[in-house]
């Protein structure tokens, strides 16, 4: 079993070279990559001087976009996904590679209470757990963590589902439920980071709205569509009642209600068929 571990990296100079020397200092690690995405600062030269092999980006092309290159770049059979700001501590990784050993495709170092950058962020990816959990109908523990062991060649599969942001954990999970590989979590503590966060609080909550719309679509859209489909027509139903009874007549808000409801439920089924095709093998 080759391992390669994976470090996004945007101006994390002030961690970078301390979470590689702890790595390192585990002896259980093959290569080390670096995806440097247009850093600013010294990490380019901090990661090279402590012994990684260093990728760089000509410009920020974002977190996602450095996953992908750290992917393709990547020579292990095992690929271990981490932070390198220092939230991530690489101790945890032979608990992690130990359920690899188990036969699981996935591994996911799911955040305890109190590993969350702040309120708002744990209660927003305590939405995302439900609703995957809900989606996928298995335990979905920590949708979000980006401290991951996975199969290469299965992670590969899904490159061209990635976005080049940040949502890359959820797009990868919902990947491997919908294709049927074991995805299974381990306890894990995030520390605080050692320098500035890259997180916009008004960006994050248009991320958020996407997020929960792309965990639908990428699993099985008609779970979330369906309900609401079924609201609309029971509303519907509700007001023709109402107005049948009080005017005798059927109204234009009830049509409207009605042929919304069939629209959304239209909506999710060719959702559904779409991605159907998606996870299509080519092979």
């Known amino acids: 079993m080759k391992i390669s571990v994976v470090l996004p990296a945007k101006n994390e100079s002030a961690a970078i070279g301390q979470t590689i020397a702890q790595i390192q200092a585990l002896q259980l690690i093959d290569e080390i990559i670096v995806v440097n995405d247009g850093s600013t600062d010294s990490t380019k030269e901090v990661a090279e001087h402590a012994g990684a092999i260093v990728v760089t ?35 945890d990784i032979p608990r992690l590679l130990e359920k690899i050993e188990q036969g699981y495709d996935l591994v996911v170092g799911a955040r305890q209470r ?32 980006g401290f991951r062991a996975v199969q290469a060649d299965k992670f590969r599969e899904f490159l061209y589902l990635l976005p080049n ?24 503590h995030a520390a605080k980071r050692i320098g500035k966060s890259h997180i916009k609080p008004l960006k994050d909550g248009i991320r958020f709205f996407l997020i929960i719309f792309k965990i639908a679509t990428l699993f099985s859209p008609l779970k979330m569509f369906l309900p ?7 509303i519907a139903t509700g007001w023709y009642g109402y ?35 998606m996870y299509k093998d080519n092979k």
């Not at 109190?114 to 959990?133: E, F, I, K």
């Not at 959820?170 to 049927?180: K, Q, V």
């Not at 060719?270 to 159907?276: K, L, P, Y």
């Open 57 to 91: 980006h000509p410009y920020s092309k974002g977190n996602g976009a450095a996953i992908k290159t750290g992917a393709r770049t990547a020579t292990g059979n095992i690929i271990i996904f981490m932070d390198a700001d220092g939230q991530h501590d690489p101790n």
């Open 114 to 145: 109190g590993s969350q950058a702040s309120l708002g962020r744990g209660v927003a990816n305590g939405l995302y757990n439900g609703l995957a959990t809900y989606m996928t109908e298995q335990k979905v523990e920590d949708l979000t963590s």
């Open 165 to 188: 942001g940040f949502s890359y954990p959820t797009t990868s999970t919902m990947a491997f439920f919908r294709a049927g590989y074991s995805v299974t979590y381990v306890p894990i």
């Open 228 to 234: 609401i489909a079924v609201l609309l027509f029971l």
């Open 243 to 277: 107005t049948l009874y009080s005017y005798n007549r059927f109204t234009n808000m009830s049509a409207l209600l009605y042929t919304g409801s069939i629209m959304i439920f239209l909506m999710g089924l060719i959702s559904e068929q779409v991605t159907a095709l």
